[in-house]
């Protein structure tokens, strides 16, 4: 099975620091995605990457950078974090063919 | 690009009950559809997928028709439990791989 791993379940951050979320995939999968999810919102992509050093912009991209240093690790990065980036981070993973794979999330609060 | 309308919840129900969840799409072609189903605290998970029109994906009880014709992949079940308390997404892929999702549709189901 595959397992895509995010660094942690609850994070709690202040308004203007940096936040880093780490996703790790274990499948040699090119593909990965980092999805921001609010009620009513359903799933927005934020950034993907379809190989090591590319990325690419979802839907939301603005006040998100990524980096995808290494094929199995894909890190979503926060630049200056505000209160409207409150939300549950989902990343997910994906090979030759769909489904996509996801991770458990990350609630993040930023106060 | 392709998108996704899937019916707005909360949807409440009693154990037992019969459980539909209404999902139509707009998309160039035929692409494959897929319902994701997320446990209260979890990521997503795949619940099942079809990948040509006519087909029918099934899992745990659960099944959805591929119907062209009416662009819709319409969630159901003949029996709910308590079980199935979870959020349910629609969704299929964009045109770079990644996913677009529903809104999202809330299931509680009542002892």
């Known amino acids: 099975d595959v397992k895509v791993t995010q660094s942690s379940r609850y994070l709690v951050k202040r308004t203007g620091e940096k936040v880093f979320l780490e996703c790790v995939q274990d499948m040699d999968h090119e593909n990965m995605f980092w999805y921001r999810q609010d009620p009513g919102l359903g799933l927005r992509l934020i950034y993907f990457s379809y190989d090591v050093k590319m990325k690419e912009k979802g839907d939301i991209p603005e006040g998100y950078s990524v980096s995808r240093e290494k094929k199995e690790r894909f890190s979503l990065i926060l630049e200056s974090a505000s209160t409207n980036q409150t939300s549950m981070y989902l990343c997910a993973s994906l090979g030759d063919y769909q489904p996509q794979h996801f991770g458990d999330g990350t609630r993040l609060s930023i106060l | 690009g392709n998108s996704v309308t899937q019916m707005e919840g909360p949807v409440t129900l009693s154990e037992e009950a019969f459980l539909t969840i209404n999902c139509t799409y707009t998309a160039t072609g035929y692409p494959s559809l897929f319902w994701y189903v997320q446990y209260p605290g979890e990521g997503l998970q795949l619940l099942l997928k079809?990948?040509?029109?006519?087909d029918k994906g099934s899992n745990k009880g659960f099944e959805a028709t591929y119907r062209k014709e009416t662009t819709s992949f319409h969630l159901e079940k003949g029996s709910v439990q308590v079980s199935d308390s979870a959020v349910y997404f629609c969704a299929l892929p964009g045109s770079a791989r990644q996913l677009t999702f529903g809104s999202g549709t809330q299931l509680t189901v009542l002892p």
């Open positions: 079809a990948t040509k029109a006519d």
